[in-house]
């Protein structure tokens, strides 16, 4: 069985350094999935939901184009398995030039076919054995990223304050992924 997947966000790894972390969620339920994906992959999924324009078109753009042209459609991104930290997913094309709408599947690695989901509005679904395997339930406290937060709130619902002897506290425990992303909570709240 299929559930149906929405995107919560972006965010510096907590656990690998120089890595990102994309946010799904359940459309309806309290479990989210955090995919680690490198900077590039990253910058590809920043680039859409900052809603940048580049001058010449990246990768994804291109391959967006390349699809209207053919005039093929991303119908589904389909998670559908989870083996030794890796996510597997299928881009699924529908056809519209025809009356049958043929459906093609491609392989794809997660982080290409989330920068081409959030490009095209495709849907994103995952098998519910790989949700079972890899979500995490949202609760009673909150999870940003691959953070979690039971003792103290989540930063972006922090004062300024509470940001700072937060971030202070990182220094001195020597926590600089933690450092690093709380110094870009208080920065974003000083523009």
């Known amino acids: 069985m299929k559930i149906r997947l929405k ?8 656990v690998q350094t120089g890595a990102y972390t994309v946010i799904l969620a359940e459309e309806s339920g309290e479990r989210q999935v955090s995919i680690l994906i490198g900077t590039p992959e990253a910058q ?23 699809m209207d042209v053919m005039n093929v459609d991303l119908k589904e991104v389909y998670i559908y398995r989870y083996d030794d930290g890796i996510f597997f997913s299928n881009l699924i094309f529908r056809e519209n030039n025809t009356e049958n709408r043929k459906e093609v599947y491609l392989d794809s ?7 081409l989901a959030l490009r095209t509005g ?10 079972a395997e ?5 609760g009673d406290s909150d999870y940003v990223g691959d953070m979690e937060y039971g003792r103290e709130e989540n930063p972006e619902r922090m004062e300024v304050s509470a940001l700072q002897q937060a971030l202070e506290e990182a220094i001195e425990t020597e926590d600089y992924e933690r450092a690093s992303y709380l110094r870009d909570v208080i920065n974003s709240r000083k523009e």
């Open 109 to 115: 690695r997660i982080s290409d076919a989330i920068a």
């Open 7 to 14: 995107f919560i966000g972006l965010t510096f790894s907590q």
């Open 44 to 66: 590809a999924v920043a680039i859409c939901i900052d809603g940048l324009k580049p001058p010449r078109p990246l990768t994804h753009d291109l391959f967006v184009s390349f």
């Open 134 to 138: 890899t979500a995490i339930a949202v």
């Open 122 to 131: 495709a849907v994103i679904t995952v098998e519910d054995k790989v949700m």
